[in-house]
């Protein structure tokens, strides 16, 4: 007899507690006041640790732009910013399961992934390439025919070289590696002839790899990787914040001082100068901001 008022009550608890419970990301901040970054440990110059332990980097910088823009917009003055790690095999997920809300790192905007999340207004351009040592003379890919090669686990990289391997029957074994450092140890140590990555980052590894002259990146791209600041899929209102932080960013020209910082200047923890201007896609993706997955966009 008394079942359907247990029923009840219990259905009214499970409503109480729903209800109470952020609806999107900027009532979870605003609950919470705490945003929590998705981070790189060896992401140069775009998102990793330096001397101090400290995340730093571009993505990171254009991350705390947001951060800033939330303190203004939720009136939250000390707004607390939480890093959280991670690697390119578990970031989707921990996105998905709210355990970061917005990711800073090199992740590319893809048709595929925004099928789980989704990304904010391009932050960089990039291209899909391989390092590997000089004295190995591997100019292209017919080159790594029937040898080991290692990609980055979740990575875009791996599923385009896994692609063409298999399309063109190159008879690569492809290796998984669990980050940046590991892929690049693996070529570095001859237990792969070479690392796929994309260029940007294979440039940030390259320069501060103990002998840099010992190692060349390939000179032809296998792909264009339009880098984004990735967020939980289907919640409007946080990514017009992102992407209006963003354009402001662009817009202001406050952009260049950014990009100079990590692609032109002198940064940590070795003082490194990678030397790489600002591309002519990513002038196009700043002239005219777009979060398009479509390589042609940027071409």
């Known amino acids: 007899m008394k079942t359907p008022t247990i ?25 919470k006041n705490e945003i929590a970054l998705g981070v790189r440990e060896t992401a140069q110059p775009f998102s990793y640790l330096d001397a101090s332990h400290q995340f730093v980097g571009y993505s990171v910088d254009l991350c705390l732009k947001v951060v800033e823009g939330l303190k203004s917009h939720l009136t939250l ?56 040592k000089k004295t190995a003379n591997l100019a292209d890919l017919n080159a790594l025919a029937g040898k080991a090669v290692v990609a980055t686990a979740g990575s875009s990289n791996i599923r385009q070289i896994s692609e063409l391997n298999a399309a063109r029957k190159y008879g690569m074994r492809i290796a998984p590696a669990r980050d940046f450092a590991e892929g690049f140890l693996m070529m570095e140590t001859d237990r792969a002839a070479a690392f796929f990555l994309d260029d940007i980052t294979l ?5 501060n790899a103990k002998t840099p002259d010992a190692f060349v990146i390939s000179k032809a791209p296998l792909s264009v990787e339009p880098y984004a600041l990735m967020m939980r899929k289907g919640d409007p209102s946080f990514k017009a ?57 940027y071409q």
């Open 203 to 207: 440039a940030g590894l390259v320069a």
């Open 77 to 132: 003055p000390d707004l607390k910013v939480r890093m959280v790690p991670v690697a390119s095999s578990n970031r989707i997920p921990l996105m998905a399961n709210g355990t970061i809300d917005l990711e800073c790192g090199t992740t590319s905007n893809t048709i595929e992934r925004q099928k789980q999340v989704a990304f904010s207004s391009t932050i960089f351009v990039a291209s899909t390439r391989f390092v590997s």
């Open 7 to 31: 029923v009840a009550a219990l259905a009214l608890i499970a409503s109480t507690y729903a209800s109470a419970q952020p609806a999107d990301t900027l009532s979870k901040i605003r609950t």
């Open 241 to 297: 914040l992102v992407d209006d932080v963003l354009e402001t960013t662009f817009s202001s020209g406050a952009i260049n001082g950014i990009y100079a910082k990590w692609f032109e200047s002198s940064i940590p923890p070795k003082s490194i100068n990678m030397r790489v201007p600002m591309s002519p896609a990513l002038q196009r993706a700043i002239s005219h901001p777009s979060d398009s997955a479509d390589a042609a966009s």
